[in-house]
């Protein structure tokens, strides 16, 4: 199956401190998506990204499929992004199962 | 629009008991997963539901049996639960776009086996 592997595996920032995270995979693959769990344990949609950028806000993504990776920038970090961001990877058959990497668990600091 | 929605929130059982999670979706959605995430760890699939009537084993099916009961719900059945059990378990559900798939999860069931 599909490896993924996140990076770094935490993170500490003091507040108003930017951050890129990253994701590898070892496959091709045309599902990505990235989740925020906040410290309440509950998923939070941030990005579906199988290709290109996209921005909300602080946060931008940026898919590189050839190449096998992903990032996540957040800038201007606040209080409230930390907890843990999952990359979940998968293809389009097989209903879009995905295969999680084990996260980057980001705290930020006041 | 609830989304997708988990019951119970929180569960203890003895080894050897039994239970169903249960899980319901309002948005329309074809697919649904059960995941399970222990301390540390990112989220393994236990089943999938491409389509009504359809189930499929994920990464880590031992122990465990699905339901499709209709196109809104996926149930998670433990028949003899055991302490390896112990973890949240999340349900999901997602539909083919033009892009592919996009997951969405419940809030997660806190199970601990005793």
């Known amino acids: 199956g599909i490896q993924v592997e996140q990076s770094p595996p935490d993170l500490i920032l003091q507040e108003g401190a930017n951050s890129t995270l990253r994701c590898n995979f070892s496959d091709s693959v045309n599902n990505l998506q990235w989740f925020h769990q906040n410290p309440w344990g509950q998923l939070i949609n941030l990005f579906y990204?199988?290709?290109g950028t996209k921005q909300n806000g602080r946060l931008s993504a940026t898919t590189v499929a050839t190449e096998r990776y992903s990032l996540l920038y957040i800038s201007s970090s606040q209080t409230t992004d930390s907890g843990v961001y999952f990359c979940?990877?998968?293809?389009?058959?097989?209903?879009?199962?995905?295969?999680f990497g084990d996260g980057t668990t980001l705290t930020v600091k006041p | 629009n609830a989304g997708v929605t988990q019951t119970p929130k929180f569960q203890v059982l003895k080894t050897g008991q039994s239970m169903t999670l249960q899980c319901a979706q309002d948005?329309?959605?074809?697919?649904m997963y059960w995941y399970r995430q222990d301390p540390g760890m990112g989220l393994r699939l236990i089943y999938y539901?491409?389509?009504?009537?359809?189930?499929d084993k994920g990464e880590v099916p031992n122990g465990y049996n699905v339901s499709r009961l209709n196109k809104r719900e996926f149930s998670l059945r433990l028949e003899s639960a055991a302490p390896s059990q112990t973890s949240v378990y999340f349900c999901?559900?997602?539909?083919?776009?033009?892009?592919?798939?996009?997951?969405?999860f419940g809030p997660g069931t806190r199970l601990t086996v005793t």
């Open positions: 999901a559900s997602s539909d083919r776009l033009a892009g592919g798939y996009e997951q969405y």
């Open positions: 979940a990877v998968g293809y389009n058959t097989n209903a879009g199962k995905s295969t």
């Open positions: 990204i199988p290709s």
């Open positions: 539901s491409a389509s009504e009537g359809t189930t």
């Open positions: 948005m329309n959605h074809n697919s």
